[in-house]
């Protein structure tokens, strides 16, 4: 895959993470925590970003193959087991306490601010943890 | 306390969704954002370093605001450095044993209507505002 297409696109994701706001836990959790002045942006990056999602769906419908090769991924799978409810759950939580979620703490350590390497760092700790006690490659 | 900013809210979704949008017309990757780290940390092995260059990406452009317009990010922490340690080892865990994060199962998966991905954001969406909601002054 070309390398700069990743790169370009991740610029993208790193600039709509820092103009929308949610680069700032402070923001995230003046939506997620319904006892501040509630703060909606949140729902409206997320709802924006899914009417444009729908209709990039459609047209890969209409597409026999993506334009710089590879194949479009199969239908979802359907199967609800314990590691989904589990999984979404201790991330619910987690993002719950302080505000971060993975791509916009990622894009957040610029900042240098100690909260977001300390985040960081305890995120990979526990992608590695699963991965060793649930090996799935 | 923050205020609604509905403009920056529709320029910034438009752009994350273009961002997904390319990787999936372009090469038919699902660039959900835990697994694109998860793959950046902990390779695949498939040969294939187009994680590593989305997360070069992200940061660049992170770093292009952090000079140009610094208060686009917190100042200070949200929360005590342990209690932030353990939230970011629940996401790490929580979105690798999940298949997905906001972005994954939020974004990719809802607007391709996966039932996983309906369950799995009703589920982390449910508990983030019920831990905020409770334990909200833990974290300012």
Not at chain 2, 111 to 137: D, K, Y
């Amino acid at each position: 895959m070309t390398a700069w297409i990743a790169l370009v696109a991740g610029a993208l994701f790193g600039a709509g993470a820092c103009i929308s706001g949610m680069v700032r836990a402070s923001k995230v959790l003046g939506f997620l925590d319904l006892r501040s002045s509630w703060d909606p942006s949140l729902a409206l990056v997320m709802v924006t970003a899914l009417a444009l999602q729908v209709i990039v769906w459609r047209v890969v419908a209409r597409m026999r193959a993506p334009v710089f090769g590879g194949r479009f991924p199969g239908p979802p799978a359907k199967t609800i087991d314990r590691s989904l409810v589990v999984g979404a759950g201790l991330f619910g939580l987690g993002w719950g306490l302080v505000g971060y979620c993975p791509g916009p703490a990622v894009v957040s350590i610029v900042s240098g601010a100690r909260a977001s390497l300390v985040f960081v760092a305890a995120m990979v700790a526990g992608i590695w943890l699963c991965d060793l006690i649930k090996p799935r490659h | 306390m923050t205020e609604f900013t509905p403009i920056h809210a529709i320029v910034g979704g438009a752009l994350i969704a273009l961002s997904l949008s390319i990787m999936l017309i372009a090469s038919g990757r699902i660039a959900g954002l835990s697994g694109v780290i998860a793959g950046v940390v902990h390779p695949f092995g498939d040969g294939d370093h187009w994680r590593a260059w989305f997360v070069l990406g992200m940061v660049a452009a992170g770093l292009v605001f952090e000079v140009a317009a610094p208060a686009t990010f917190d100042a200070g922490g949200p929360a005590s450095l342990p209690i932030v340690a353990l939230a970011g080892g629940l996401v790490g865990f929580g979105t690798r044993l999940g298949g997905g994060c906001t972005s994954g199962h939020g974004l990719c998966g809802l607007s391709r209507r996966s039932l996983r991905s309906l369950v799995a954001t009703g589920v982390f969406f449910a508990v983030a505002v019920a831990t905020a909601t409770l334990v909200g002054g833990v974290s300012r």
